[in-house]
Structures are given as structure tokens and as C-alpha cells.
Nanobody
Framework: QVQLVESGGGLVQPGGSLRLSCSASGFIFKYRTMDWYRQAPGEQRELVASVTPHGIKKYADSVKGRFTISRDNDNNTVALQMNNLKPEDTAVYYC????????WGQGTQVTVSS
């Protein structure tokens, strides 16, 4: 079955950086678009970044120029490099893939605070 396991969250000061990683299994990774979503308390889950099998990347306007999504098809991982973090980036971040149905990881907490 599809499994997505995130890692790399934590507490960081404004202006700092974090790198999230998602390890995927249970499907042919190189054929699927991979996404990162986030959900802040009291807010809807929103798409942060996505990368297609051919490496085409899309970003939410709020993170353009600060976040970079990347994929490693040899190791079945997708990463999210987050730079110049702001308090409004505080959220639980989820890895996501569509394969027959939607599949989500367990989420990793990112807290940006001084």
C-alpha cells in the first residue's frame, strides 16, 4: 500500500531555514506528481508546492522565491527546502500523492517563532 513518511520539521526563528523530506513507497514514484500541503490551526489545508514526473514545479504565491521542491526518483523521495521562514509559515506540512485515491503522510510540524 501507499506510504508517505515526512521528516524534518521543527522550531525555527524567523528568517531561518528547514528542509522537509518525504519518503514514498507502494507505488511507482517516478510516474507521479508529488505535492507538499500545509494546514495551519483553524485554516484549510493548502497546496504549497508540487513537482511533476518531468520535474515541472509549481508554488503557492506565498512561498515563491523562498521554498524549493525537489524529487529524487532513484530514492523515492521528495524534499521541500524552506528558506527565509516567516511566522505565517507555521503549520503542519503534509506530503501528498494521487494514486487511485488521495494519499497523505502523517504530517510534520513546522513552527516559526522567536
Amino acid at each position: 500500500q501507499v506510504q508517505l513518511v515526512e521528516s524534518g520539521g521543527g522550531l525555527v526563528q524567523p528568517g531561518g531555514s528547514l528542509r522537509l523530506s518525504c519518503s514514498a513507497s507502494g507505488f511507482i514514484f517516478k510516474y507521479r506528481t508529488m505535492d507538499w500541503y500545509r494546514q495551519a490551526p483553524g485554516e484549510q489545508r493548502e497546496l504549497v508546492a508540487s513537482v511533476t514526473p518531468h520535474g515541472i514545479k509549481k508554488y503557492a504565491d506565498s512561498v515563491k522565491g523562498r521554498f524549493t521542491i525537489s524529487r529524487d526518483n532513484d530514492n523515492n523521495t521528495v524534499a521541500l527546502q524552506m528558506n527565509n521562514l516567516k511566522p505565517e509559515d507555521t503549520a503542519v506540512y503534509y506530503c501528498h500523492v494521487m494514486r487511485d485515491n488521495e494519499h497523505w503522510g502523517q504530517g510534520t510540524q513546522v513552527t516559526v517563532s522567536s
